[in-house]
């Protein structure tokens, strides 16, 4: 299996082993999220159903940043307390994910359970002397790592310290450096030996990926192109001063997604949340939207993308509907021939992850099934091509029907009525299954 690893800038053959690590950057929790929050996930969950089922353990930890400027803004607008912000909101991100039918995490990490480890691991940085204490503040000193920094967005200090400046009230040596732990007293905060006050965002990351994968590492890094630099590269810099080695293998970041012409974007105003996606389409759609481009590729929605996507979305539950009728009126046999169509999926995967090429034959199987569907030669092997292709590895959730014991018997009298060209019969039967929307 080979994979775009950004920090590289190369498709890159992933070592073969029994358990893969892996991480991604969860939300603040100060508001909804919206579709584009989730492409992260979805990503990483396509590599983590293909890795098991090629029977390979799984390591998961995504972190919920539960402290945050944001979050107090929050609090202050509502009239309410920061910790019921971050738990109401925390309560809907685990919603939204559970709605997408993800893989579930080992852990999903609240930053505020960790605020020991991360003075530790601040104390670290300043241990090997890669940053520095002042008024309170610690930073991280960008000039010490100067060698390794920059390597991941694929930068020059050189090219990147124009686009900083120092504010007037700014207490680091160079506009590059960043807070490790800032001194503050607004919202909640806590004791560390500088300051009262709270650990940077960048050192939550790294300080989970060093408490959690420290000896084993991580094997796979996720977030949106936009967590690349700064938020990824400065985790990645405060590993290599704590580790001396490298914090991921593999950083994989994808695409945005656009909506009319921008980032979709909470600051843009041009969101659409998780849940009010969901409510009028389904998970379904989503995941078709999103793997029609490869996943460093923007996606650029439109309505009539998500109008197309869901069309698709209904003509394979058609074919659940017809395979479930199918099942009742005739015998899947076990076939002669040969079925490449799983293998051909999984192939793709292999190759970076080409989801649109598992698409193109997810539309071959579907026609081949049809075929099958009307000459009666439906066999189980393709059956269970299909089912593994679209609920093992491509995370769809498409159901058979259930039908109750008097609608079978409906269905069978009424097939019974059409062999024995009882026609007047039939019709009655017929209109019947349509009243209760069976054909
Ligand atoms: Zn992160």
Redesign the pocket.
């Known amino acids: 299996m080979k994979i775009y690893n950004s920090l590289t800038n190369k498709i890159e053959i992933i070592d073969k082993k029994e358990t893969y690590n892996f991480y991604v ?1 969860g939300p603040t929790v100060y508001d909804f999220l919206h579709i584009g929050n989730m492409r992260p996930f979805i990503t990483a969950d396509v590599l983590i159903k293909y890795l098991k089922f090629k029977n390979k353990n799984i390591k998961y930890i995504i ?1 919920i940043t539960d402290i945050d400027d944001k979050i107090i803004d929050k609090a202050i607008s509502e009239k309410n307390t920061e910790k019921k912000i971050s738990e109401k909101y925390t309560i809907n991100f685990l919603e939204d994910f559970k709605s997408l039918n993800l893989s579930e995490p080992n852990s999903f990490l609240k930053i505020s359970d960790f605020i020991d480890e991360q003075i530790k691991f601040i104390s670290k940085i300043l241990e090997n002397d890669k940053g520095y204490v002042k008024n309170g503040d610690v930073f991280f000193d960008i000039y010490k790592s100067k060698k390794q920094y920059g390597i991941l967005a694929n930068k020059k200090i050189e090219d990147l310290i124009p686009n900083k400046r120092l504010s007037e009230n700014d207490n680091k040596n160079n506009p590059l450096d960043f807070a490790l732990w800032k001194k503050t007293d607004k919202g909640i905060n806590f004791k560390a030996p500088w300051s009262e006050g709270r650990p940077g965002w960048h050192t ?2 790294a300080t989970l990926n060093y408490l959690f994968f420290q000896k084993e590492k991580v094997d796979f890094h996720f ?1 949106g192109i936009d ?1 690349k630099f700064p ?2 590269e400065n ?1 990645r810099i405060q590993y290599l001063a704590v580790e001396n080695c490298e914090l991921s293998k593999f950083w994989i970041h994808n695409g945005h997604l656009n909506f009319g012409e921008h980032k979709m974007s909470k600051s843009l105003n041009n969101t659409i949340l998780i849940r009010d996606f969901i409510e009028k389409y389904d998970s379904n759609t989503l995941k078709i939207i999103f793997y029609k481009m490869n996943h460093t590729s923007p996606i650029d929605l439109t309505t009539l993308l998500i109008e197309q996507s869901a069309a698709e979305v209904q003509k394979i539950q058609n074919i659940y509907n017809k395979i479930s009728y199918y099942k009742i009126t005739n015998k899947i046999t076990n076939s002669k021939k040969k079925y490449s169509y799983l293998n051909d999926v999984l192939k793709n995967l292999e190759n970076n992850l080409n989801l649109p090429n598992c698409l193109t034959v997810l539309q071959e199987i579907i026609k081949e099934i049809n075929k099958s569907l009307s000459d009666s030669s439906l066999s189980y092997e393709l059956l269970e091509q299909f089912q593994i292709i679209n609920q093992k590895l491509l995370g769809f959730n498409f159901k058979y029907t259930v039908y109750s014991l008097a609608d079978e018997e409906l269905i069978l009298e009424y097939e019974k009525c059409k062999k024995n060209k009882n026609y007047q019969q039939s019709d009655l039967l017929r209109e019947q299954l349509k009243l209760k929307n069976i054909i």
């Open positions: 950057c972190n939550e990351c977030g967590l938020h990824h985790e």
